[in-house]
């Protein structure tokens, strides 16, 4: 017959055992969950950025498509990038406004989300956001792009842009107008024609996507800064 404590030390060393083997268990099945939800989140982010290189690339299709008949059609009624054209009074003369959709929005007759406005501008949400406030500010006045400024008044228009932007995006989420993102498009790149500054708040959250897309310094991006050191110089030419 064992003694009592060598039988003691055993069933102890038993369930101990057992113990040790549950708990491995549940470690690798709480491994195999991270594994999972790892796998779950990199598939997510791939879907979006698929998604939103498929918009990039309709986009740039659309406007490609609408150029190429500008040019073979010149003068003509027409409608590109969200502005509807008349025809020009004279060959190669200007043609009319008739309708644009940014303008549409700032009036009312276009639904749209505006989070700040006075006089002379409108900031409203873009439908295309890239972060969580991804805002437009447009003037009042119909400009078609950058290359319509020209001069100190218009550098005088971007900084207001910009001091806007920066109020709209501080009224949603305070200290994010501060470190926010300024940029235009610069033709043919832009995907309305009236001239729009994208302000960016919390850019260190851009996808991948974005930030290849909204990256002042490049030929198709220009930062509100250099638009405005641009005009000025020109001006004193």
Known sequence: MK??????????TQNSSEV??????????AQRR??????????????KIRVKSLKSVKCIRRVFMQAIW????????????????????????D???????????????????????NE???????????????????????IKSIHELSGEDHA???ESLVAA?????????????????????????NSVDHLHLHAIGDPDTLSVVGSMKYAPGNVYCRSAEETCQNLRRKSKL
Do not use: W
Not at 3 to 12: E, I, K, T, Y
Not at 34 to 47: A, H, M, S
Not at 122 to 138: D, E, G, K, M, Q
Not at 166 to 177: F, H, I, M, P, Q
């Open 120 to 142: 002379d501008l409108s900031v409203f949400r873009t439908i295309s956001p890239y972060t969580a406030n991804h805002l437009l500010v447009t003037p009042r006045k119909h």
């Open 165 to 189: 932007g920066r109020t709209a995006l501080n009224s949603l989420k305070e200290g994010s107008g501060d470190s926010a993102l300024m940029c235009f498009h610069v033709p043919p790149f």
């Open 95 to 117: 043609q009319p406004v008739l309708k644009c959709l940014f303008c549409d929005v700032m009036t009312g007759a276009e639904s749209g989300t505006i989070v700040y406005e």
């Open 3 to 12: 003694p009592v404590v060598a039988l003691l030390d055993g069933s102890a």
């Open 70 to 93: 500008s040019i073979f059609n010149p003068g003509e009624a027409h409608t590109s990038k969200g502005v509807s054209y008349g025809p020009s009074a004279t060959p190669g003369g």
């Open 156 to 158: 005088q228009l971007v």
């Open 34 to 47: 991270g594994d999972l939800f790892e796998q779950d989140k990199r598939r997510t982010v791939i879907r």
């Open 20 to 29: 040790t083997e549950e708990r491995e268990k549940l470690k690798k099945c």
